[in-house]
C-alpha cells in the first residue's frame, strides 16, 4: 500500500487530521485525563472495544490518534501508535507477540539501548534474543532461527554503526519461518525510505529523532503494515488468535483482521497495563516536526554526505562510514533503499585512537557534544564512553562500533561551517 495518493510532503503536512467546517486547523491538544458520557452503558461499549472512542488518556488521546494517524500514512501502514519514547515502542513491538519462552532473531547492528532491551531486560523476562550480522550469509541467518521464534528485529540505518539492513532479504527469512520483521526506522524516516514496501511488517520509531527534529521531545511510534497474516499462523500467536481473557474473549486477529489487530492488542493490553504514553503536548511539538520533515531530510542528508567526503579525505581521520560513500560497505544497500539519501549522522574514527577522538571533540565549538542525534543541531557523541559503555569489548565490535568512533549528527546549519569546524578541531591534533 502506498502511503495515500498525495505526496510524501502533502501528507507530512496535512496527513491524519481532518478539520471540519469551523475546526481549529492545527491539530488541537487535547490536553484532558478523560471524557465524558452519557450513560454509562455508552461507556461501557468503549471498554469492550465495541465503540471507538475515548475515555482515558492512558489508552487512547485525539491529539495522539491523529499524529499517529499521519505517521502510519507516511509508512503506507494500516494502523499506528505513539508511545512515551523509542525504547517503549520497541519494546511494545516486541513483547506484543514474544513472552516468556519466545525467542527473536535480531540484527547485532542496532541502537545501544535496544540491544540492552533486548540481550538483557527481555532475557529476564524469558525472552531470548540470537543477534546475527547484518551482513551474514543466508545460512548464519537461517541458523539462527528456533521453533520459538516470534520475529526478526532489525533497524533500516544503525544507530551508530550506520549499517543499512538487507530488508527484502530479512523480510523473506522471517517469513519463511512464518513470523514478522520489524523495522526500527527512525533513522531514514518514511522521507527516505519505507521498509513496508520492501517486506516489513511492523515499524518502530523513535520519534524523538528526526521527526520531532528539534530536541523539544522523547517519544516513539509503531506502525502496523497489516501484511502479517496471524492466522494463518496462529500457533505462533496465542496471543492474537486466541480468546483475550482481559478483554471477555476477543480475538483480536478475527475482530479487528490483519489491519488493525497488532495496534489494537498493544494498546488495549500493553499500554493499558504499562502505561507508556506520549502526553498529547508532545505528540503535538512531533506533529509541528511532521510538518516540515520532508523539506528538513534532504538538508541533513547533503550536509552528512558534504561532511562524510571533507573527513574521508583528512589526513587525521582513519576511516569514515556513511553509506552515501562510494566504497562503504553498505553503499549498494543504500543505492537500493534508500536512494534519495540515508540521513546526517556520520561515524568516524579519529587517527589516534581514543585519546584523539576525546581531544578532537573537545576543541569543536559548532558541533555540541550531546547524547542525541538527528535534530536541526550538529552535534556528535563518542559511544564507547557513553551510549554503548555497558558493551564488552566483543559486543561493541559486533555493533560495528570501535573505541575511537565518533558519531556526527549533521544539523540544519551551513555545510561550510559545520566542516570549518571539524577542519579546525582536526587541526589541534
Ligand atoms: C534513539 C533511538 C531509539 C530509542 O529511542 P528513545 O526515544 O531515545 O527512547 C531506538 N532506536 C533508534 C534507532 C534510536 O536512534
Request: net charge negative; proline share 5%; with cysteine.
Amino acid at each position: 500500500m502506498a502511503h495515500d495518493e498525495n505526496g510524501i510532503g502533502t501528507t507530512c503536512v496535512q496527513g491524519g487530521y481532518v478539520p471540519g467546517n469551523g475546526d481549529p486547523r492545527q491539530v488541537p491538544i487535547v490536553q484532558s485525563t478523560t471524557f465524558k458520557y452519557d450513560t454509562s452503558n455508552a461507556m461501557g461499549r468503549l471498554f469492550d472495544l465495541e465503540d471507538t472512542g475515548y475515555f482515558y488518556t492512558r489508552l487512547q488521546n485525539p491529539t495522539n490518534d491523529a499524529v499517529a494517524a499521519k505517521i502510519a500514512q507516511l509508512e503506507g501502514g494500516t494502523a499506528g501508535m505513539l508511545t512515551s519514547s523509542g525504547q517503549a515502542a520497541n519494546f511494545f513491538a516486541c513483547f506484543n507477540i514474544a513472552e516468556a519462552g519466545s525467542h527473536i532473531v535480531a540484527s547485532s547492528a542496532i541502537y545501544g539501548g535496544t540491544f540492552n532491551l533486548l540481550a538483557h531486560t527481555m532475557a529476564k523476562m524469558g525472552v531470548q534474543t540470537t543477534f546475527v550480522s547484518p551482513l551474514c550469509s543466508d545460512e548464519e541467518l537461517e541458523a539462527a532461527f528456533r521453533p520459538n521464534t516470534k520475529a526478526v528485529f532489525g533497524e533500516t540505518i544503525a544507530n551508530p554503526a550506520l549499517a543499512v539492513l538487507d530488508i527484502e532479504r530479512f523480510a523473506r527469512a522471517a517469513h519463511a519461518h512464518g513470523v514478522p520483521l520489524i523495522v526500527d526506522n527512525t533513522f531514514p524516516t518514511p522521507v527516505n525510505c519505507r521498509p513496508i514496501e520492501w517486506g516489513a511488517d511492523i515499524v518502530t520509531h523513535s520519534t524523538t529523532k528526526y521527526m520531532d527534529g528539534h530536541a523539544v521531545h522523547v517519544g516513539g511510534a509503531i506502525v502496523d503494515s497489516g501484511n502479517f497474516d496471524w492466522m494463518a499462523h496462529a500457533d505462533k500467536f496465542p496471543g492474537l488468535t486466541t480468546p483475550d481473557e482481559s478483554y471477555h474473549g476477543i480475538v483480536y486477529a478475527q475482530k479487528f483482521g490483519n489491519a488493525g489487530a497488532f495496534i489494537t492488542k498493544a494498546t488495549s493490553q500493553l499500554m493499558r497495563d504499562f502505561g507508556s504514553i506520549q502526553s498529547p503536548q508532545n505528540a503535538f511539538y512531533l506533529n509541528m516536526g511532521l510538518e516540515s520533515l520532508h523539506v528538513r531530510m534532504p538538508r541533513h542528508c547533503s550536509n552528512g554526505q558534504a561532511a562524510a567526503e571533507f573527513l574521508s579525505g583528512h589526513p587525521k581521520v582513519a576511516g569514515v562510514r556513511y553509506p552515501g560513500l562510494p566504497g562503504d560497505p553498505y553503499h549498494e544497500l543504500a543505492e537500493k533503499y534508500l536512494p534519495n539519501g540515508s540521513c546526517g549522522v556520520v561515524s568516524f574514527d579519529v587517527a589516534g585512537g581514543r585519546a584523539a577522538a576525546e581531544r578532537f571533540m573537545s576543541a569543536l565549538r559548532i558541533c555540541n557534544i550531546e547524547t542525541h542525534v538527528a535534530d536541526s543541531h550538529t552535534c556528535c557523541l563518542h559511544p564507547a564512553s557513553s551510549t554503548h559503555r555497558q558493551m564488552t569489548d566483543d559486543e561493541l565490535v559486533a555493533a560495528g562500533i570501535s573505541p575511537s568512533m565518533v558519531r556526527l549528527s549533521c544539523g540544519l546549519e551551513d555545510a561550510d561551517d559545520i566542516i570549518a569546524d571539524l577542519d579546525q578541531a582536526l587541526a589541534t591534533l
